[in-house]
């Protein structure tokens, strides 16, 4: 077990990730993401993290004093982010891991990643690549929000490698429960890499997601001038979908 200091705030891990906490500890890891987050997580709000991964950012909007709900469908990962819970039993009661993957329709699916499973990397859009394949269970967003508090405001994060592309205008239900923000991370290369027809579905699927979001006001995360749609058409980038301007 581990103690961290992430952004400011304490708590306890006890994974096999010493060189990303390492990382995370040095402010070297998505600081301008945590920096939002610490904005919205305060006690009486509800963190929604898709792709909580091992917990690093489920961790910190908890420590912060937000309730949490988070979705991880790699087991490996979930494993190390139950772990990383229990180590923090003050943290864990405001806890809540869910162990299945976001979909349209709520079915499961095949998920593979470059190198091995736990390692934040597993996409829906890489089930016949890479080192390590798997099956996990699917929750639709209408099953998803029927589970979820309602604690307020709510922030939600999505970063699933790939997988927002197969959600698309689904991800209206969401936006219908009027979230402060949103942070999506935006994946493209993968697009392109699993289909032939990668440009076009790209380009079709990212302009869905920001059409569910229509009603906030979009900016890449970090940037104040770049055109976001754009942006997320051709580099990895994180998108705020913001009802809250600054």
């Known amino acids: ?94 806890m809540t891991l869910i162990e299945a993957a976001l979909t349209a329709d709520g079915a499961g699916g095949a998920f593979g990643s470059p190198r091995k499973p736990g390692d934040s990397m597993g996409s829906l859009l890489l089930a016949d690549q890479g080192a390590s394949q798997w099956q996990a269970d699917g929750i639709s967003p209408e099953a998803l929000v029927a589970r979820l508090p309602q604690a307020r405001p709510l922030t939600i994060k999505i970063d699933i490698e790939g997988g927002e592309y197969l959600l698309g205008s689904t991800l209206q239900t969401l936006a219908a429960l009027q979230p402060a923000v949103v942070l999506i991370g935006f994946h493209p290369a993968l697009m392109l890499s699993a289909y032939k027809d990668g440009a076009e579905r790209l380009e079709d699927a990212t302009k869905a997601i920001f059409a569910a979001f229509a009603g906030m006001e979009a900016r890449v995360l970090g940037e104040s001038s770049a055109n976001p749609l754009t942006e997320a058409l051709r580099a990895p980038i994180t998108v705020r979908f913001s009802r809250v301007r600054g």
């Not at 500890?25 to 991964?53: C, K, N």
């Open 1 to 94: 077990m581990r103690q961290v200091n992430v952004a400011g705030q304490r708590f306890a891990v006890a994974d096999d990730k010493p060189s990303f906490w390492d990382k995370a500890e040095a402010g070297l890891w998505e600081p301008a993401l945590l920096a939002e987050i610490a904005r919205f997580a305060e006690p009486g709000s509800l963190f929604l993290d898709i792709g909580g991964w091992v917990g690093p950012t489920s961790l910190y909007a908890a420590a912060c004093g937000a309730t949490v709900v988070a979705l991880e469908p790699d087991p490996a990962a979930a494993r190390q982010f139950r772990a990383n819970c229990a180590a923090n039993p003050a943290l864990a009661a405001r």
